[in-house]
């Protein structure tokens, strides 16, 4: 496998996705969770039960809220949501999320934004937690 294709198929350690990591998807933005599912392949994803990270492709802003609410309980302390969104140089980046849409969205969650980490050229990712976590 060549740099660029593991770099491809290689979560970012920023996502902290260590062994065993309990992990929820989802989201309507196809090709943003195409990506998604390619960078979490291996990691246990339980339809039940509790959950250590949330990753959300989301197709708008409301999604991304809607998904959020969802999750929400299911998350173990530290709750934490990576959302992935296409950035400007992406094909499909017309959908409206953005990295300030999304924090104004999750304050009404009571998260936080975190770390923001690019996934190649076309997509980013914020972390969203839990307020003093």
């Known amino acids: 496998m060549t740099d660029s294709a593991r770099a491809r198929s290689t979560p970012p350690p920023r996502w ?56 929400l309980p299911r998350l173990t302390p530290p709750a934490r949501v990576w959302v992935v969104y296409a950035t400007g140089d992406a094909p499909d980046s017309g959908a409206g999320v953005t990295r300030d849409r999304l924090a104004a969205a999750m304050i009404q969650l009571a998260l936080c934004e975190g770390d923001t980490v690019p996934i190649g050229e076309e997509y980013m990712s914020s972390l969203f937690q839990a307020a003093g976590e």
């Not at 989201?27 to 390619?38: D, I, Q, V």
């Open 16 to 71: 902290a996705l260590a062994p065993g990591s309990r992990v929820w998807s989802g989201g309507r933005h196809e090709a943003a969770k195409r990506r998604l599912l390619a960078l979490l392949s291996g990691v246990t994803r339980p339809r039940l039960g509790p959950i250590d990270l949330g990753f959300l492709a989301p197709a708008s802003v409301d999604e991304a809220v809607y998904f959020v609410r969802k999750i």
